[in-house]
Each structure stands twice: as structure tokens, then as C-alpha cells.
């Protein structure tokens, strides 16, 4: 989809870090766009500040872990705008506490919001992309958590990281499926971003031990904010990924030799049985 004037995206998380980030690229060139997010509030703030006319924007409230929700925002997009060109699953939340010790429950919310989000938003969005014989592409957010455990200082990266492989793994499936098709799908696997990813988790999570969470008081940046690399870097990326249809976005390129390495470890355990060749 190189061209991307006049079309229609749907981004997930659009409040805010990433999603935010796309959104004003593909305004930038020109597509309208669906914002979507669960905060309301921080939903009418984000469109305020983009300044663009309410012809080309349309912010919908949505807990993208409602699969009849995304199917209602689905109606409004068309409503809206006639179609829909672009499907951007970009929201998602961290882990709070250690895998061994975090609750179904927080699993649960974990992988519904950063799996199941996405399949909720392809379930709902692919055949509005199938309805016109214009093209279409489909963004998934995933990570670089995606391919490497996380750091032990990060107590709720377990969670994290076992849904982003999943959506990786989805990703990669959803591609293969739409190979014959006109629709392209790429797979975004970011290091750190300066976002309020850490913030946002705290705050939605359903453990009870969210509460407990040490984080820097407002005003001040959290870790991710400082070490992160800017969104906007991964929002021109992503946009720029949609109209070469490539595969996949990487943004840290810091990260290869990490990334070299795990590969060439598990290429070291092979031959897998003993004493085959």
C-alpha cells in the first residue's frame, strides 16, 4: 500500500506512545484514522492536540479485550468513513508481578489485552479489508520480547514476554494465511520506547498488587521514558513499513548481536537427538 492518501486506518492504543505516533504519521500523509482506546479521557486529549479537522478522525472508547466491543467499533468505522484500509493492533499492557508467583488473573488480563486484542481486532476488521479490491495491511505490535527472555529486572516480563512471543507466532501465521491475498501483515518488534506502558499496566492491572508498585511520582520519567528511544521513530517506521509491505519493523539496531546470538545458540543444540547426523 504505497500510496496511503484517502485511506482508512484503524489503530488500537492510539492515546498515547506508539499508537499516538502512528496516528499522526498516517495523518501526516494523509489517511484518516480511527483512534482507539480504553481511556476516555486521555482519548479526547490525544485527538485536541493533534489538531487535525473531525473530518479526519474518529475516537471510539474500547476495551479491545471485548471481542462484541471491537465488532460495535468495527460498525462505527464504516459508519464513519465508508471503509477501512489499515489495521494497526498496537495496544498493550506489561506484567506486575514474577511469573511463578502472578494469578490466573493477571495472566488472563495479560493475554487478553496483548493477544487476544489482536485476534479480536483481525476477527472483526480482515473482512472490512476483504470487502474492497483496494488492499489492505494489518500492524501488530509486538516486541523484541517477542524473541528474548526478559531481564530479571523486570518482575512482570515473564507475562510480557510469553504474550508477545504468542503474538509473534500469530503474526508470522497471519502473514502465511494472506500470502495469495492483497493484504500485507507486519510484525513490529521494538526494544525500549519511551512510553507510559509501566504507568498504565500499574494502574489497570487487576492484581492486587498493583498497588505496590514503586514508580517515580508524575512529572518525573519512569525507566522505560528514560532509556526508551522516541515513539515517533517507531510510528514513522511502522508507517513506513505499511507502504514498502515489509514484514517486519526493527528499531534498535543495538539489540542484532543480542539477537544473533540466541539464534546461534539454539543452532549449537543440534543435531537434537544423540547421535544423529
Not at 27 to 41: C, H, I, K, P, T
Not at 219 to 246: E, F, K, N, Y
Amino acid at each position: 500500500m504505497k500510496d496511503i492518501a484517502g485511506k482508512v486506518a484503524f489503530v488500537t492504543g492510539a492515546a498515547a506512545g506508539i499508537g499516538l505516533a502512528i496516528t499522526r504519521v498516517l495523518l501526516e500523509r494523509g489517511a484518516n484514522v480511527v483512534m482507539a482506546d480504553r481511556q476516555r479521557s486521555a482519548l479526547d486529549g490525544a485527538v485536541a492536540a493533534l489538531g487535525v479537522p473531525e473530518s479526519r478522525v474518529l475516537a471510539v472508547e474500547l476495551d479491545v479485550r471485548d471481542s462484541q466491543a471491537m465488532a460495535r467499533a468495527a460498525a462505527q468505522s464504516v459508519q464513519a468513513f465508508g471503509r477501512v484500509h489499515l489495521l494497526c493492533n498496537n495496544a498493550g499492557v506489561g506484567g506486575i508481578n514474577p511469573m511463578l508467583t502472578a494469578s490466573i488473573e493477571e495472566w488472563r488480563w495479560v493475554l487478553d489485552v496483548n493477544l487476544f486484542g489482536a485476534i479480536h481486532g483481525v476477527q472483526h476488521f480482515l473482512p472490512l479489508l476483504q470487502s474492497h479490491d483496494e488492499g489492505g495491511h494489518i500492524v501488530n505490535t509486538c516486541s523484541m520480547a517477542s524473541f528474548l527472555p526478559p531481564p530479571p529486572f523486570v518482575p512482570g516480563g515473564g507475562l510480557y514476554c510469553t504474550s508477545k512471543f504468542a503474538l509473534r507466532g500469530y503474526t508470522e501465521s497471519l502473514r502465511v494465511a494472506l500470502a495469495e491475498s492483497n493484504i500485507g501483515v507486519t510484525g513490529v518488534y521494538p526494544a525500549m520506547v519511551a512510553t507510559d506502558l509501566d504507568r498504565t499496566t500499574a494502574a489497570n492491572s487487576p492484581s492486587a498488587l498493583a498497588a505496590g508498585v514503586k514508580l517515580p511520582p508524575p512529572g518525573q520519567p519512569t525507566m522505560l521514558q528514560q532509556m526508551g528511544i522516541s515513539a515517533d521513530i517507531v510510528g514513522r517506521a511502522v508507517v513506513d513499513a505499511i507502504q514498502a509491505g515489509a514484514p517486519s519493523v526493527f528499531t534498535h539496531d543495538d539489540v542484532r548481536p543480542v539477537l544473533a546470538d540466541q539464534f546461534e545458540r539454539l543452532l549449537a543444540t543440534f543435531p537434537c537427538t544423540p547421535g544423529a547426523s
